[in-house]
């Protein structure tokens, strides 16, 4: 059974200038064990693509509608706001970039994640001690006894997301969703982070959707990939293919944006020309602005995704079939 099925996917914000159009008829889906990139520069829709099947975005402004929005076989449409927290805690859980920005700051690391475990299972405090410290073993946490003893603003940057990497695996999640998880960290340890959510995704069989700007994060982290561009799918592929083979101009030019891809070159190539205006993106393929292969026909229309296989599918018109 697929664990996240996402099918035309559309989310609005009102706000002052008008509505927000963030991510326009999006669809994905992930099954048991599969591991999805999600790639796209800032801005794309790609947090808010998740958020939105998570239903954690704000209920006052943002409009939300799906033909399908399902995560676990529950309709996350449907589902009472009662019984959601219940729903992601089981089955979802989240890594930000800000690791900072998830733990309180007035209490221990240790104690935060001993929290986390008695509100998901129902054991007595010194197992879920236990829980915790197996776990942060597993993260490879150096000096975890002193780790548990600290508060957060005595952690380094490494130290804390991986202690969120804990308190996000210590539930025990059918999938977990890391968005940006190492956007704020040295290039060393940023390496080390993605070894070690690979090498768990792995060990336990669970499903991962890592969300990025940087197609680098996901080369060696993920078996699929959706690129995402002006809050639309622009296209769908395995990580082999998309190295191998991009389609879309838009993945050509990201993979050439990826430092050292190049011989010789270790400046990003930009791509020029600016991202759309979300509050009236264009009816046609929002990449259009900057596109070398660009044409009238691109202008008027947006290209249905077209799929070539069961990995594939490219949302270009250019694209020969
Ligand atoms: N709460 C919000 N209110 C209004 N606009 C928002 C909100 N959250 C995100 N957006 C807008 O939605 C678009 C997509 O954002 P997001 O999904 O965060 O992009 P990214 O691909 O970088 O994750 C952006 O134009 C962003 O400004
Ligand atoms: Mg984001």
Redesign the pocket.
Known sequence: MALIEIENLSVN?S?PDGQ?Q??RDVSLALEEGQSLGIV?E????????LMALLRL??EQ??TINANKLMLDGVNMLACPRQELAKVRGKVASLVFQDPMASFDPLFKIGDQLTETVLTHFDVSSSEALIRVEKMLDRVEMPDSKRVINSYPHQLSGGMLQRAMIAMALVCEPKVLIADEPTTALDVTVQAQILQLIGDLQQETGMGLIM?T?DLGVVAETVDNIVV?YG?KVMEQTSVFDLFDTPRHPYSKALLESIPGQLPGKRKLKEIPGQSPN?LSPPAGCPFHFRCENADQSCIDQMPPLTRWDQTNATACLKVAS
Not at 42 to 49: A, E, H, I, L, T
Request: hydrophobic letters at 40%; glycine letters at 18%.
């Open positions: 914000f706000s927000v963030a991510v796209g800032s801005g794309s829709g790609k947090s808010v693509s975005l704000p402004s943002a969300i700007h995402m809050g979300p």
